[in-house]
Nanobody, 128 residues
Framework: QPQLAESGGDSVQAGGSLRLSCLAS????????MAWFYQAPGKEREAVAA??????????YYSDSVKGRFTISRDDVLNTVYLQMDDLKSEDTGLYFC???????????????????WGQGTQVTVSS
C-alpha cells in the first residue's frame, strides 16, 4: 500500500520561507503525478503545485496564487517530493497535504478526485 508522509510545517513570519517534504513509500514517486494541496480552516482543499512523471519531463504546475513564490521538486533517489515556499503570506496558512495521482498529471491538474493516495498533512502558519 503506497504511503505518503509530510513534514516541514512550522510557524513563520510573513515574508519567510519553509520547505515541506513528502516521503513516498511503497512505489517510485517518479512514475506518478505528485501534488501538494492545502486546506485553510473552514475552506475546501485547494491545489498548490504538481510535478509530473519523469517520462513527461517532470513538468511542473502551479496555482496562480503561488506562482513565482513556491517551487515543487522531486528527489528520485530519496523518493521525496519537496515544496519550497518563499515570500510566505498570511493567506498561505493551512494544512498542507501531499497526494499521488493514479498515473500522469491530468489537465486540469488540480482536481482532488484525480489523486487517490494522501498523506496526513503538515501545518503551516504564517503570521503577519
Amino acid at each position: 500500500q503506497p504511503q505518503l508522509a509530510e513534514s516541514g510545517g512550522d510557524s513563520v513570519q510573513a515574508g519567510g520561507s519553509l520547505r515541506l517534504s513528502c516521503l513516498a513509500s511503497g512505489y517510485p514517486a517518479q512514475r506518478y503525478c505528485m501534488a501538494w494541496f492545502y486546506q485553510a480552516p473552514g475552506k475546501e482543499r485547494e491545489a498548490v503545485a504538481a510535478i509530473d512523471r519523469d517520462d513527461r519531463d517532470a513538468a511542473t504546475y502551479y496555482s496562480d496564487s503561488v506562482k513565482g513564490r513556491f517551487t515543487i521538486s522531486r528527489d528520485d533517489v530519496l523518493n521525496t517530493v519537496y515544496l519550497q515556499m518563499d515570500d510566505l503570506k498570511s493567506e498561505d496558512t493551512g494544512l498542507y497535504f501531499c497526494a499521488r495521482a493514479g498515473y500522469r498529471c491530468r489537465s486540469p491538474w488540480g482536481t482532488t478526485g484525480d489523486y487517490n493516495f494522501w498523506g496526513q498533512g503538515t501545518q503551516v502558519t504564517v503570521s503577519s
